[in-house]
């Protein structure tokens, strides 16, 4: 069952979620580093590749995380999926010694991308790293929602959403109780929890060969709202 839950998941299509993407990304790494753009409002994923592979914009004489890690010291996603816990020690332990830059510290937008960077390429997103209790409510939800119980799925989803950790499950809970509520027939509930999954992870999709043409629609329509919002902001 626990298979079925992520795989399912994945089906979705967030980015890295499936082995396969992340290993796209991961062969894809060896590109040229990226220029600073000008002018333009990074996402935290941009703005950590900037920071991992360019020592101009970290401003410091250290080195870059690239220097070591795409060389002699690879990262691996086993190994860094293991240790999921305890990387934001680790990449604090790195840029203080390592890339000699200080200011960067968890909480600021820097860290945090230097994290979804790495979060992205290596697939960590799906690792699961919730209390087991959690984990146990949200297989149940998955399972009941499997069978068509939708009032039962949504009773163990939301008991779930509250005590969850990482924004990937979170987003990704929003979305089944969002699909759970339009099939209950409450759109206005549906839409709350569409939008909350957006706002929690821009990136989430939905696989249209799974789910009702009409839900599919309500969630993109949803999301393309919130996108062309945010946009409008940046101007
Ligand atoms: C001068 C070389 C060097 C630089 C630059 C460097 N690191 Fe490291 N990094 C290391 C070493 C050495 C380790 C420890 C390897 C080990 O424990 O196996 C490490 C470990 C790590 C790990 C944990 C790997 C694992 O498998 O547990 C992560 C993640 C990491 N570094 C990220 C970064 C990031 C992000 C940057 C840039 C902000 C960076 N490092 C810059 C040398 C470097």
């Known amino acids: 069952m626990k298979m079925w839950f992520w795989s ?17 990304l991961v062969a894809s790494r060896a590109v040229p580093p990226p220029q600073l ?14 920071i991992y ?28 999926a293991k240790r999921k816990k305890e990387l934001p020690k680790q990449i604090q332990w790195c840029l203080a010694t390592r890339v000699k830059n200080e200011e960067i ?16 390429v290596y697939g960590l997103h799906a690792v699961v790293d919730e209390d087991p209790k959690v984990d146990r409510l949200m297989n149940l ?13 949504k009773t163990y989803l939301e008991r779930a959403l509250p005590q969850l ?14 699909i759970v509520f339009h099939v209950l027939a409450e759109p206005e ?4 929890h569409f939008r909350m999954a957006v706002e929690t992870d821009p990136t989430i999709d939905v696989d249209a ?12 329509s949803v999301k393309r709202k919130i996108v062309a919002g945010q946009t409008e902001e940046f101007r």
């Open 37 to 50: 753009p000008k002018n333009k409002k990074l996402t935290p994923f941009e703005l950590g590749k900037l």
């Open 141 to 153: 939800g998955a399972e009941l929602f499997a069978d068509g119980d939708f009032e039962g799925a």
């Open 189 to 192: 509930m549906a839409k709350d």
């Open 53 to 80: 592979y360019t020592d101009e914009f970290v401003g410091r004489d250290g080195k870059n995380c690239a220097a070591c890690h795409e060389s002699k010291l690879p990262l691996r996603r086993d190994a860094l």
């Open 8 to 24: 399912i998941l994945a089906g979705m299509g967030a980015i890295g979620v499936a082995a396969g993407a992340g290993q796209d």
């Open 105 to 120: 510290q968890p909480g600021t937008p820097e860290f945090d991308g230097i994290m979804e960077y790495i979060y992205t």
């Open 209 to 220: 060969s799974l789910f009702s043409p009409k839900t599919v629609e309500l969630f993109y």
């Open 165 to 178: 950790q990482s924004k990937y499950h979170i987003a990704q809970t929003h979305v089944m109780l969002g």
